[in-house]
């Protein structure tokens, strides 16, 4: 059974920084894009970013380009967002997904059939 659990999301102030990690289980390591998405309050789910199964990474939204980067540990079959710089408009549920069988990104959710339960990142001074 394919599993996906984010974690790392907390309470930081503007300009520092965190790490998102997606852990993933029931997939073989290496063969599935992850997706980050992110929900702000009262506002729709957006996709962030993206890397493929090869590691290439693609984001969706112009505000995090130069300050996040995704990345992923093959052996440890996790996936990381490396979030500098952050901005209390970065404040959202973040979330990652994946789909099985799979070897591309799409900014799409519906794409996605497998999510994590989301980690709270709030930057607040």
């Known amino acids: 059974q394919v599993q996906v659990a984010e974690s790392g999301g907390g309470l930081v102030q503007p300009g520092e920084s965190l790490r998102l990690s997606c852990d993933v289980s029931?997939?073989?390591?290496?063969?599935?894009?992850i997706g980050w998405f992110r929900r702000a309050p009262g506002k729709e789910r957006e996709a962030v970013s993206c890397?493929?199964?090869?590691?290439?990474?693609?984001y969706y939204l112009d505000s995090v380009k130069g300050r996040f980067t995704a990345s992923r540990d093959a052996a440890k079959n996790t996936i990381y967002l490396q979030m500098n710089s952050l901005k209390p408009d970065d404040t959202a549920v973040y979330y990652c997904a994946t789909k099985r069988g799979s070897t591309v990104c799409s900014a799409s959710s519906t794409w996605y059939n497998y999510w994590g339960q989301g980690t709270q990142v709030t930057v607040s001074s």
């Open positions: 029931g997939i073989k390591a290496g063969s599935y894009p």
């Open positions: 890397i493929t199964s090869s590691g290439r990474d693609l």
